[in-house]
C-alpha cells in the first residue's frame, strides 16, 4: 500500500495471512531502487518473526496494567465520603487497601511490561535489519535510507510542534 503523506515512513501491520506492508509517498520519493527494496526487506522481516501480532498483545498486557493502576486510583479517590458509622468506616479502609494494592501491582507491572517492550522492540528491529541485510547489498542500502529518512524527519514540520 503506498500511504499519501510527505513523511519518509514504512510499516508492517496485520497479522498471519492478512499482513500488509505500507510504504508513505514521502519515502517513495527519498530513496531509490535498492533503498527502497532494503526498506521493505525491513518490513517483511516484521511479518517473517511474527512481530506486528507479539506486539499488539505486549500494548494489550501493558494497556491492563496500566488498567488496573488506574482503577486502583479510582477506587481511593472516589471513595464516599467519611463516615462515622464504624462498619462504614472498616469497608472504606478495606476499600482504600485495595486500590493501593491495585496501583502498586499495577504500576509494578506496567513498569516491567513497558521496558519489556522496549527491549524485544529494540532486539526485534535488528532481526528485521538482518533480513535486510542478508540480500545483496542490502546493508549497505538499508543504511542509506535511515540516513535519508533521519535527514527528512529532521524538516518535517508536525502539527503538534510549536512554529
Request: overall charge neutral; some cysteine; aromatic content about 6%.
Amino acid at each position: 500500500y503506498i500511504i499519501p503523506t510527505g513523511e519518509p515512513n514504512a510499516f508492517a501491520a496485520g497479522r498471519k495471512d492478512r499482513t500488509i506492508v505500507a510504504v508513505s509517498e514521502g519515502l517513495l520519493a527519498r530513496l531509490d531502487e535498492k533503498e527502497l527494496c532494503a526498506v521493505i526487506a525491513h518490513e517483511l522481516g516484521h511479518i517473517l518473526h511474527a512481530d506486528v501480532g507479539k506486539h499488539m498483545q505486549q500494548a494489550a498486557m501493558t494497556a491492563g496494567f496500566a488498567g488496573a493502576l488506574d482503577f486502583g486510583w479510582s477506587i481511593l479517590t472516589e471513595r464516599p465520603s467519611r463516615s462515622s458509622k464504624k462498619k462504614d468506616k472498616e469497608e472504606g479502609d478495606s476499600a482504600a487497601v485495595a486500590g493501593l494494592a491495585l496501583m502498586a501491582v499495577g504500576a509494578a507491572q506496567y513498569a516491567l511490561g513497558s521496558l519489556t517492550r522496549m527491549a524485544y522492540s529494540r532486539s526485534d528491529e535488528f532481526a528485521a535489519d538482518a533480513v535486510a541485510a542478508r540480500m545483496p547489498n542490502g546493508a549497505q542500502a538499508l543504511a542509506r535510507a535511515l540516513r535519508k529518512i533521519e535527514a527528512a524527519r529532521r524538516f518535517v514540520v508536525h502539527p503538534t510542534a510549536e512554529a
